[in-house]
């Protein structure tokens, strides 16, 4: 489609500039940014988030700690809830509207 971009390191980079950039302007005492990856950090899509990180620190005077899972422990607290609500669906069954999930 038209409306959908590419989800390379360089529009993820973009796109984390953008938010980064205004969020820090509207809250100007932030002095630490943390940045969760879902890929390995040895992996080459990375160098471009590095790099970013370095130049973003720099120009913004804020320290970012950029983590990476530990291999084979990728189980996040998303994951968790999403299986909550998918045992609930499981037992409640289908519905017209959402107002009984509400």
Known sequence: MDTQG?????S???FLYDCLQKLL?????????VLLSDAAG?????ATMVKFCARFSYDFGVEIFHLFPVCRHTFTQCDQNFGLVR??????????????WL
């Not at 302007?25 to 940014?33: A, I």
């Not at 040895?42 to 990375?46: A, E, M, S």
């Not at 045992?87 to 009984?100: D, E, Q």
């Open 87 to 100: 045992s609930k669906i499981k037992k409640k069954g289908k519905t017209g509207t959402a107002k009984p």
């Open 42 to 46: 040895g992996q080459n899509r990375n």
């Open 6 to 10: 590419a989800k390379n390191a360089n």
């Open 25 to 33: 302007l509207k809250f100007g005492n932030v002095k630490t940014v």
């Open 12 to 14: 993820v980079a973009s």
